[in-house]
């Protein structure tokens, strides 16, 4: 199998690592509205773990294949490009606050935990959700050259 091929094959892995971190993070917040406080850490640590695991093949994929130039033209690049953008900006900005919430978390300081989770979760949620859009559009719809 040659570079390529592996790429290829690691794309829909991390899609679904991505949908996974989605379902883990619906699931956390519906189980910390339910005071559910177990069944939500362990959803928000598949969550994490899922995540991590994306990191680790993503930069896999992109050693291996780079980066693919989107097929679309017109308004659909607009749109996939705004979607990516907002994407990659926001996943860099999510992995500190996510390692922030877990050493809260762990030191049991669950005010702060709360406070700094209302902004997080959100951003966490739309980046795990546009990756499942950018693949989407970028191996399904659209393709790549």
């Keep these: 199998m040659d570079a390529q091929a592996l790429g290829d094959l690691l794309a829909p892995v991390n899609a679904t690592l991505n949908a996974t971190a989605t379902v883990c993070l619906l699931a956390g917040f519906a189980f910390i509205r ?7 850490r362990k959803a ?6 899922a995540s991590a695991l994306f990191l680790v093949f993503y930069l896999t994929r992109f050693a291996l294949t780079g980066t693919h130039e989107f097929a679309g033209t017109g ?13 990659m900006v926001l996943a860099v900005v999510v992995v ?5 919430l877990l050493h809260l978390a762990r030191t049991e300081r669950f005010t702060e935990h709360r406070r700094l989770a209302r902004w997080t979760y959100p951003i966490w949620l739309y980046v795990s959700i546009t990756g499942i859009v950018v693949y989407a559009l970028l191996y399904h719809v659209y393709g790549y050259v």
Excluded: D, W
């Design 34 to 40: 339910a005071r559910r406080i177990e069944a939500h």
């Design 44 to 49: 928000m640590l598949a969550a994490v773990g």
């Design 75 to 87: 308004t659909a690049r607009t749109v996939y490009l705004s979607i990516l953008f907002s994407h």
């Design 96 to 100: 500190p606050l996510v390692l922030r």
